[in-house]
């Protein structure tokens, strides 16, 4: 079958270890389900695999793609939790099983015409979401949703910022905390990113580290070292900041005055459980939340798809059809 597997690593030049060929076609073990993929979506997640971070290369080769959704073997329509865990190991939690992996870190992963995963891992795709959509879902949007209501506990009228417009989680976070109810600010260095956040029904979109025009309750943190100081100055005492990545850098001034003083919380958040993605579903129907997608691309284009993702060049989503045009 046809995949997209990562060789080898390079910090400078990451699509030198992307090949697209033929590798075996999986054959799942015992209480593993063989998967069909219609859809596939990228992450950043990727991209960090192929520069060689948090990624072992003794784990290589490897497919990459944490996302899918598709067929099972009885024919029926499905999208996949992509964190394959133990929650007994996580006391409840799977995301909190030390022993946890993202789909592509220890398993092969979606950008194939088949993939396997534990059958648990497969969630039933409802009819109003397209193949497409649920693709986006997974990864970036049980991220954002975990951030803003477990973690965050967000409720409607609450002031939240997001940083970085453009990124996949935080597409995902905006669309969600405005679901809530909640007044959304947001930031980017692009003038066309913010006024495209602003058409989704942000408050203001900022060029990054300007100042607000109010204090806020919660951060999404998700670039790091660059947004790190404005994200401390923009929460309000008592705020509370939730990180789940940092594109930019992970070790910023930490300003631990500022935050004892000020009482501000800070929290880290990694992925969603398979309930937390059910309840996701749920909120999307009762709102016709959809996921925003930029680009779709069929697997042989890959490349052109991980470069547009380097180049900042995405607001939303780019989906991937490993098979083709799914219609």
């Not at 270890?17 to 990228?42: E, F, I, Q």
């Not at 006024?195 to 100042?211: D, H």
């Not at 996921?291 to 989906?319: A, S, W, Y």
Request: glycine share 10%.
């Amino acid at each position: 079958m046809l995949a997209a597997t990562a060789v080898s690593q390079s910090a400078s030049d990451p699509l030198s270890g992307l090949v697209l060929g033929d590798v075996p076609k999986p054959k799942p073990k015992p209480g593993w389900s063989l998967v069909r993929v219609v859809a596939s979506s990228l992450n950043m997640h990727d991209l960090w695999t192929l520069r060689g971070v948090g990624h072992p290369p003794e784990r290589l080769p490897i497919v990459l793609g944490c996302d899918a959704a598709g067929y099972d073997e009885d024919r029926n329509e499905v999208l996949i939790h992509p964190v394959i865990a133990d929650p007994d190991a996580g006391l409840g939690d799977e995301t909190l099983d030390p022993g946890r992996a993202l789909l592509s870190e220890q398993h092969d992963g979606a950008f194939a015409e088949y993939l396997s995963v534990p059958t648990r891992n497969l969630i039933p795709k409802p009819s109003w979401l397209t193949f497409d959509e649920a693709a986006c879902l997974p990864v970036a949007w049980g991220t954002a949703y975990r951030m803003l209501f477990t973690q965050a506990g967000i409720r409607a009228g609450d002031r939240v910022l997001v940083q970085g417009v453009g990124g996949g989680v935080a597409s995902a976070a905006i669309k969600l905390a405005l679901a809530a109810g909640a007044v959304v600010y947001a930031t980017s260095r692009s003038a066309d990113k913010r006024t495209e956040a602003e058409s989704w029904g942000v408050r203001k979109a900022v060029p990054t580290g300007e100042r607000l025009p109010e204090r806020v309750d919660v951060v999404i943190e998700t670039v790091g070292e660059a947004t790190w100081s404005h994200s401390l100055k923009a929460l309000r005492p008592g705020g509370t900041i939730v990180i789940a990545g940092a594109t930019s850098g992970m070790n910023p001034s930490a300003d631990l005055g500022r935050i004892f003083y000020l009482q501000q919380r800070v929290l880290g958040s990694t992925g969603c459980t398979r309930s937390e993605l059910v309840s996701l579903l749920k909120l999307m129907d009762a709102t016709g939340l959809r996921p925003v997608i930029d680009h779709t691309l069929p697997l042989t284009e890959i490349h052109k798809g991980f470069q547009l993702m380097i180049d900042g060049r995405l607001t939303g989503k780019l989906v991937i059809h490993p098979q083709g045009d799914p219609r």
